[in-house]
């Protein structure tokens, strides 16, 4: 079964609103937390490193203003695009791992859609 | 940063084996070889990693090349369900686990 389950799986909503995906390590506690972005056709993108109790680490070109991370706690990471526009339309995944070169768990990703 | 080079795709029967190569020429002693797969409209999920020796579980096998600059992803018997996009990955710095997508390669599966 899944261990890391993502929230909501879609967003639909109007440019201007703020929105939270929330990430859920289930069975395990993760103590790092990874945000990635993928456009139609492409590869997944990186964008943020989470630890639990620390700040984020951003990837080069990533508004840490605009893409807020927290990860308060071993089990949960949450992701909030800050006045969200139609560029910023695509698809959010997010993975846990419990560190070093242990494999990641993914999500299966929010469709975020900005009319 | 250490990167992979994989066909952009390939094709595949169903129930023959697949192998799926990934170049890895500037690999470092400590990175990991990680493999995950991509269903459409589906986060990555993991199939297998290693370091040096070949690598066997209930997905797929792992050879990994004596110089280690290439590795191979063996499907032993493709079912439609593996049609996906194959991402050949390097661990990079080992206390983040972070990882760095590639374009990965495309499988289709032909019944």
């Known amino acids: 079964g899944a261990v890391v389950s993502q929230h909501p799986s879609r967003v639909i909503c109007k440019s201007g609103t703020s929105v939270k995906i929330e990430c859920r390590s289930l069975d395990f506690q993760a103590t790092t937390m990874f945000w990635y972005r993928q456009f139609p056709k492409q590869s997944l993108m990186l964008m943020a490193t989470s630890n639990e109790g620390s700040k984020a680490t951003y990837e080069q070109g990533v508004e840490k203003d605009k893409f807020l991370i927290n990860h308060a706690s071993l089990t949960l990471s949450t992701l909030t695009v800050t006045s969200a526009h139609p560029e910023d339309s695509s698809f959010y995944i997010c993975?846990?791992?419990?560190?070093?070169?242990?494999?990641?768990?993914f999500g299966d990703g929010t469709r975020l859609s900005i009319l | 940063d250490a990167k992979t080079t994989q066909p952009n795709s390939m094709e595949s029967n169903e129930e023959e084996p697949v192998h799926l190569p990934c170049n890895h020429s500037t690999i470092s002693g400590t990175d990991y070889i990680h493999w995950y797969r991509q269903l459409p409209s589906q986060g990555p999920e993991y199939v297998i990693h290693?370091?040096?020796s070949n690598v066997n579980n209930r997905m797929a096998s792992l050879a990994i090349a004596e110089d280690r600059k290439s590795s191979t992803l063996i499907l032993h018997r493709a079912t439609l369900r593996d049609a996906a996009v194959y991402y050949c990955?390097?661990?990079?710095?080992?206390?983040?686990?972070?990882?760095?997508f590639g374009t990965g390669t495309l499988l289709a599966v032909q019944p």
């Open positions: 290693g370091l040096t």
């Open positions: 993975s846990a791992s419990w560190g070093g070169d242990q494999p990641q768990h």
């Open positions: 990955i390097l661990n990079y710095g080992g206390a983040t686990n972070k990882l760095i």
